[in-house]
Every structure is written in C-alpha cells, then in structure tokens.
C-alpha cells in the first residue's frame, strides 16, 4: 500500500514539474521520497527533484542521491556529466529522433609533420621509436606514457551524435605545406599530400559528429619484416600461390572495447533431498530460486569496421591490449588509417548481446548447476568504452582461384587469412613457394 501511495506522489510530482509548478512539485517529491520502499522510487524521485531545483548546487546534490539508489541512471548521469562540464547541453539528441546524416564535404582540421630541423618529411618509424626524418634521419621521440587513457563513459557518449553517428561523407582538407585542397575517403584517418607529400592526420575530436581514438598499438617492425613472417606463414601450410604476391601493406584499423558490469538475472530450480524423522526413505521437493549474478566484463573487443571485420576479428585475440599507448596523431604520420564505420552505439548492441551469452552459457557452473528457467539481461549495461587503432599488415595471396585476406599483427607478427584449411593443398616442391614469394625479401 505504502508503495503504491509513493509511486502516486512521484508521479504526481512528475506532472508537477514538467507543467512548471516547481513548488508544488518539490512538495511531492519530497513525499514520495519520504515514503518511498523501493531504490526505483527513490532515484526517480531524486532525478525529477533535480529538474526543479532551484541552483546548481542543490541539483548535483539531488542527482548524486539518485545515482547512489540507480548507479544505472542514464538520465541522471548525463545531467551530472552537463553539469560538470564534460558534455555540452546543445550536443544531447533525442536518440529516438536521430538528426539526418550530414551530405557533402565535411572540412577537416590536420596537422602536417615537418621536420623541424630541415623542413622535410617526417614519418612513424616501425620500431616505436618515434618520428625519424626521411632526408636527414634526425629522430624525434614522442615521449609518451607507457598507458592509455581510461575509457570514456558510455552514457555521455551516447546522449550525442558522436554515439551514433558514422562518416557518411568524404573530408577536405587544406595542406598546410603548399597549400593545396584534397579530399580524403570517409573511411580515412590520414594520407600525404598530393603535391608535397607532406603527411596529414585528421583532428577528430574537433568534429562533432566522429569521436576520436583513445588509444594505440604502434607498430614494431617494418615491411621486411612483416613479409619475412608471411612467407614463414605460407611454408608453414604448405600454399603454393598462383600468382606474384603484392608487398605488405601497413595500416591502422580501429577497434572498440567495451567495459560491461550490472547483473544477470535469473530463475531456477534447486532439487532438494529432506530425511523423513521416522524412517530412512528420502523425500524430494524442487524449490525454485530468483536472484541476480553479478556481470564483469573488461575490454570486451568489437571490429569497427565491416570491411576486413571477419578476419580481423580472428587476429584481435592475438594482440596484447595491455600495451595500448594514448592517442597522439604524430603514430599515423606516413601510415594509413580507418575510421570506425561501425557507430559506437551499434557495437555496444553486439558487445552487450555477446556478455549476456556468455554469462548464460556458463551460469549453471557458476552458481553450483541449478536448472535455468529463465534469465533476463534487463540489468546489463555497457559503462564505457573506448576507440583503438591496431597496426596491421595487409595482402591477398592468389590461391585457389580467386584472392584470399592475409593481415599480419603489426605488434608480433602473427597471421590470421580467409583462407581456410580446406582450401590449402601439399606443396611438393617447397622451393616453388620461394618462387613465387622471394623477389617480397629483395631490397
């Protein structure tokens, strides 16, 4: 009865509130709360007291008492995220309501790499090293942390375009060396000047509809190398190419990671044996359990992009995301990049709907095998996240009639192809793979 008297107030105060009458709402709120038995009431109660409080101070109070009964309150966190200056108020969108892709050309802002010393180009050595000139050989180190910056915060990403939004348009860009215009694909991150050839790198996060990448992976070893690891690859199963096999091809492709906590619920039945007092026969009674199994989840990874996600996706587990770096633009100078074509909020949908598989396959273990009969993933939420670029080395081997992906991890080497076992056949003359490959290794 209790409960029921306080949703009324709530909702009594909501229509309040939402009509002007901030007094009046205050008042009912304020009863709702007093008489609230349950943490839903309670925080939906905090949440609307903030809409009518009367300064700043007093709504940050009333949004941080939400939040402390629903951790998981979207609303609440996004107006504490106004408040503390992380998230601007005309960025929100309704995400019932998406705004329309912008069409046409999207000015860019890029940083162009020089060499301070002679005024020529500078590029990403593969050794992680740092920028090394391409005319005098003068190295400059990035001198950065040996960590990557903490995630971002998946509600705050959400309540904006950035969230949602994917590029849909190509970029023009002004070079800052000559002067020139160029347009750089959607799917692009960074390229060199048709003219001078001066390397450029897109600002993201000064756009309003892209969100920038949080971390990286530079890469450790040249293209020599990574054709060394992908003959070794190719005698290692016996392929013998149709065809003259293309250089590996560097390139950064980006990646999602997500960080997912909350809970599964669940019900189940537990058989339980009883002793009779007189006898030794044994009765049993089936009991049926509702609770909740908390869900952890760290770095949970999703392509970001569709084009080379099927393969890609069978190199991820291959790299050490422990060794991710921050951002900084100064990694892609001289070396392509992608932009996710894959919406964050997209990807959280399959991070989510994966977590909650998992956890439901591996339930009956974790809680000492009692018969599921329900679960629901109703308490699940994605906390935060963050972009990734990984470097890899791309080519195609032409096998068996048509041409099959082969990335190389751009960290270690190792080597993950389209090219299933099926379609691989004995090499007889393993000199013949060296035919086709060797002039790759030839300086």
Known sequence: MTSDYSKELLRSGIIDAKSGNKNSARRYLDRAIYMAGSHDVLAEAWFWMSEVAENNEEKRKALENCLSHDLRHARARRALAILDGKLKADDVIDPNHLPPAPSGLRDADAQRFMCPKCGARMAFSPDGAGLVCDYCTRAHALGLGGKSEDEKDFIVAMATMKGHGKPLQEQAFHCNGCGAEFILPPKQISANCAYCDSPHVVSLENTKDLLAPDAILPFAFDNKRATKYLIDWVEKNKIKPEKKVDLPRGLYLPLWTFDIGGS???????????????????????????????????????PASRKLSAVFLELIPTFDLKQLKPYDPRFLSSWLAEIYDIPMADASLDARSQAFKKYKRELPYLINNINIIRTSSAKIMVESFKLNLLPVWMTEIPFDGREHLVLINGQNGAVMSDLGISSTQEEKEPSGIYRFLADLLAD
Do not use: S
Request: proline share 5%; hydrophobic share 30%; aromatic share 8%.
């Open 264 to 302: 599964i619920e669940y019900t189940g039945e537990v058989v339980e044996t009883q002793d009779e007092i007189f006898g030794e026969r044994k009765q049993k009674r089936v009991i049926r359990v509702t609770d909740e199994y908390p869900i952890i989840v760290d770095d949970h990874p999703i």
